[in-house]
């Protein structure tokens, strides 16, 4: 692995920035604040004796909903423990984080699906890449729960994408948080497999996401073809 100063362009910063996006997501995301990588500024990796390889980014990260750009600094390291490897350890900076306020329409969705627990739907988004604009905070929830897979699965040869919510269910509500099981496809960027996972996972205004549990699927020989 390159040490020193990364070309911010290239694989190796590229896909650190993308551990710092899930990582953001699973802080800060909600059903109307996701985040997506926009432009790595500078990136520098370096040997850290007995505990593995850190690496230091300026970027800056887009919240997708509202298209507001934030500017980031960010550390990562992936450590090493006797040939093994664990989940990427994150330290993050950001400016005005808290300018972007979602509040209002988060409350508004907690109300009414803590009041009608009925709700499912599959394919978000479908097979032209569409999602109907109720169930688009659903997909948000999506990738941001999925963002919990990402970060704990990542490493330096990683890179990985949400590519579908293949179903879900919304489950009864659990301690004033609303409950949903997912069923979700996530793309290897690497291998270009299609990997389905299962995610449980509540969310409210107040307490964010937290995942239950998350299990990784058995691939099926459909997971890879389009979805209607």
């Known amino acids: 692995m390159e040490t020193g100063e990364l070309n911010p362009s290239h694989y190796p910063a590229q896909r650190v920035a993308k551990v710092v996006q899930h990582y953001f997501n699973t802080r800060h995301g909600s059903p109307y604040k996701v985040f997506a990588v926009k432009k790595v500024f ?93 169930q688009e905070p659903f997909w948000h929830l999506g990738m941001v729960a999925s963002s919990f897979i990402m970060l704990s699965e990542s490493s330096e040869n990683t890179l990985y994408n949400m590519a579908q919510v293949a179903n879900l269910t919304q489950m009864a509500s659990e301690n004033e948080q609303l409950k949903f099981d997912y069923h979700v496809l996530l793309h290897d960027m690497v291998s270009q497999e299609i990997i389905p996972w299962k995610l449980v996972f509540t969310w409210s205004p107040s307490a964010g996401v937290k995942v239950q549990t998350m299990e990784k699927s058995p691939n099926c020989r459909h997971c890879n073809e389009p979805k209607p």
């Open 42 to 134: 500078s990136a520098n990796a370096e040997e850290v004796p007995d505990s593995g390889r850190k690496y230091q980014l300026e970027l800056s990260m887009k919240e997708m909903v509202h298209n507001t750009t934030v500017a980031c600094a960010a550390e990562v390291l992936f450590p090493r423990k006797e040939g093994s490897e664990s989940s990427p350890q994150v330290q993050l900076s950001c400016e005005d984080i808290l300018k972007i306020n979602t509040s209002a329409p988060e409350e508004s969705l907690y109300q009414q699906y803590k009041l009608n627990q009925n709700l499912s739907a599959h394919n978000l988004p479908d097979s032209y890449g569409h999602v109907d604009e109720d």
